[in-house]
């Protein structure tokens, strides 16, 4: 069990805070975020906070615990579900539930169960895939007005929190999934981001053959998502694929289903952020897709703006292995939001580096 009854418990908490979509999540965050570091040992809490302005905030990834080292000489840091006390994990889901919607919170749960799924399929009898192989990080000191993050991050979930002020940002979020759909087992039939892929595909298939061509921009799928785990997200040259603007109504009405699909992932005030994101945008948005057009064959798509860019991809593990990604060009890390912070501030409040740039 991944966190034990404390699942349960916060899939009831966020049934109540999703019928509140103007509630603030930075409240939420920090009364969840002290209640986990008072539950801690000095030497859990050594392993869990760092400085706001440590470079380790900015180090993410999405593949498993134990590749890590081998890529990047270093370790993920953080303390993992698996070296917290029964009680500290009730307390750990109460600080993921409370950056995510009730849809984003299972969707994480579940990506984090499918470890026991690729557990039996690998026959891995070394503790590379476990359901507790995640790790919470906190970056400065939590406060429901002040200046502060973390981050919960394992294979296929990777979350960045930061409140400035007491404003919430919630980007970059990744969710992947191995296998995207569980074919055989108990679980058989299980897509936890199935809906992730239908919605692109109605899309896609409302789409006339001459939009289609301008839609599909390679015939052949990406090996990952385009951005990877870069500290700030970016596309070379003008956005591809097919603009919103040339859209028929019926059809901006599905891009917008997809959308919203990433968006409500995260609870009202985060998913607000976004949706101002996609009004700004206007048809100021592309549609692009690349691989195959028939289910089941390696695909990839991606939503892009002027500020913020959804990605898919699905072509790993024969077409059975997704990753999903929402950067936003100019607040992820909430770094355009520190730098407004840093610039405003007293002399001698201390400042992030890269909040300045």
């Known amino acids: 069990m991944l966190f034990r009854a404390g699942i349960t418990l916060c899939i009831l908490v966020c049934a109540v805070w999703a019928h509140d ?30 400085p706001l302005e440590d470079e380790e905030r900015f ?8 590749d890590i080292p081998k890529r990047y000489e270093r370790p993920r840091k953080g303390l993992t579900i698996a070296d917290m006390s029964p009680h500290q994990q009730h307390l750990a889901a109460a600080l993921l539930s409370a950056g995510l919607s009730q849809q984003g919170y299972i969707k994480a749960t579940t990506i984090m169960s499918l470890e026991d799924v690729l557990r039996i399929m690998e026959k891995d009898t070394k503790g590379r895939r476990n359901p507790q192989k995640y790790h919470f990080s906190i970056f400065g000191q939590p406060s429901e007005t002040g200046t502060w993050a973390y981050r919960i991050e394992g294979h296929h979930v990777s979350l960045h929190f930061t409140v400035v002020n007491g404003k919430a940002i919630g980007n970059p979020t990744f969710f992947g999934s191995n296998p995207a759909e569980v074919r055989e087992g108990p679980r058989a039939g299980l897509r936890v981001l199935g809906a992730e892929e239908d919605k692109a595909r109605a899309l896609l298939n409302a789409l006339t053959p001459e939009q289609r061509k301008v839609a599909i921009v390679s015939e052949k799928a990406y090996d990952d998502i385009l951005t990877e785990r870069t500290r700030k997200a970016a596309l070379q040259g003008q956005p591809s694929g097919l603009p919103a603007a040339k859209m028929t109504p019926a059809q901006r009405k599905l891009l917008q289903v997809l959308m ?3 968006v409500d992932n995260l609870p009202g005030e985060l998913a607000e952020q976004r949706r101002e994101r996609i009004r700004a945008a206007g048809n100021n948005l ?17 939503v892009q703006s002027p500020t913020f860019l959804i990605e898919y991809d699905n072509t790993q593990n024969n077409a059975n292995h997704i990753h999903t990604v929402w950067r936003d060009f100019e607040d992820d890390f909430g770094v355009d939001l520190l730098k407004e912070h840093y610039a405003t501030a007293p002399a001698g409040h201390g400042h992030n580096s890269d909040a300045k740039k």
């Open 286 to 302: 592309y549609f692009a897709w690349a691989g195959v057009v028939e289910r089941g064959g390696p695909h990839y798509y991606r």
């Open 260 to 262: 919203d699909e990433y």
């Open 21 to 50: 979509g103007h509630d603030h999540a930075a409240p939420r965050m920090a009364a969840t975020a002290k209640n986990f570091l008072d539950s801690l040992t000095p030497e859990q809490k050594a392993q869990v906070v760092f």
């Open 59 to 66: 180090f993410w990834h999405y593949i498993p615990t134990d």
